[in-house]
Each structure stands twice: as structure tokens, then as C-alpha cells.
């Protein structure tokens, strides 16, 4: 198995097209979508020592630190909940595990944290 091969696949079928948005993506949509079969895939992200589903709520979080960074530089209002349905967790519950697991802090640590800089 390629793993530069499957890492190019990823960026241009999944972080490229944004399919991670997804709420309901799944392992075997995303091996079809980049031309592969979920075993191939799974063992892939078992060589990177990683899951699909952290890969998936890694991108997702990063979708969600962009979102968030946007509308502090606009001075726009910004909802975590709201964010985080856009960023394709199917709930605000999901996104906080996930930021946690991710981050290595809960959410509103982080955005204390990122108010504080200059």
C-alpha cells in the first residue's frame, strides 16, 4: 500500500472536496470516493496509527478553527453549536468530544485561550 498514494487521494477527494462536511460520511463512502475499498482505506489509517473517525473530526476541527478565526477577524457573532453543525458533527455533544480528544482541551478553555492573544 501507497501511502503517499492514499495521502494525495485524501486531499483531493476528501479535504479537497470537503466531504469530511458530511455529517453522515462513512468509511466505505469515502473508499468509493477516492477509488478504493474500506480495507484498504482502514488499513491505511491503521499505518498512520489513527482511525477514520479521527481523521474525519480531525479535518472537521480544523473546518471549525478557520470558521471561528473568520468571523473574529469580521467581528461577526460566532455560535459554537451553529459552527459545529457546519463543520459536520451531527451535534454539539459530538463536536465538544471530539475538540476534547482532538485539542486536548474542552472548547471554551481553547476560546479563552485564543481571546487572550493579542
Not at 459545529?84 to 471530539?98: L, N
Request: hydrophobic content about 35%; some cysteine.
Amino acid at each position: 500500500m501507497n501511502r503517499l498514494y492514499f495521502s494525495s487521494l485524501l486531499r483531493k477527494h476528501c479535504e479537497g472536496s470537503r466531504l469530511y462536511l458530511n455529517h453522515d460520511l462513512t468509511l466505505t463512502q469515502l473508499a468509493e470516493a477516492i477509488g478504493t475499498n474500506r480495507t484498504y482505506l482502514s488499513a491505511y489509517f491503521a499505518q498512520k496509527g489513527i482511525t477514520f473517525n479521527i481523521y474525519i473530526n480531525r479535518l472537521r476541527i480544523q473546518h471549525f478553527e478557520r470558521l471561528y478565526n473568520k468571523a473574529v477577524a469580521n467581528y461577526q457573532p460566532i455560535s459554537a453549536k451553529q459552527l459545529s453543525c457546519t463543520c459536520g458533527f451531527r451535534s454539539y455533544v459530538t463536536f465538544s468530544e471530539a475538540f476534547k480528544a482532538i485539542k486536548g482541551q474542552n472548547y471554551s478553555e481553547w476560546r479563552k485561550k485564543m481571546s487572550s492573544r493579542p
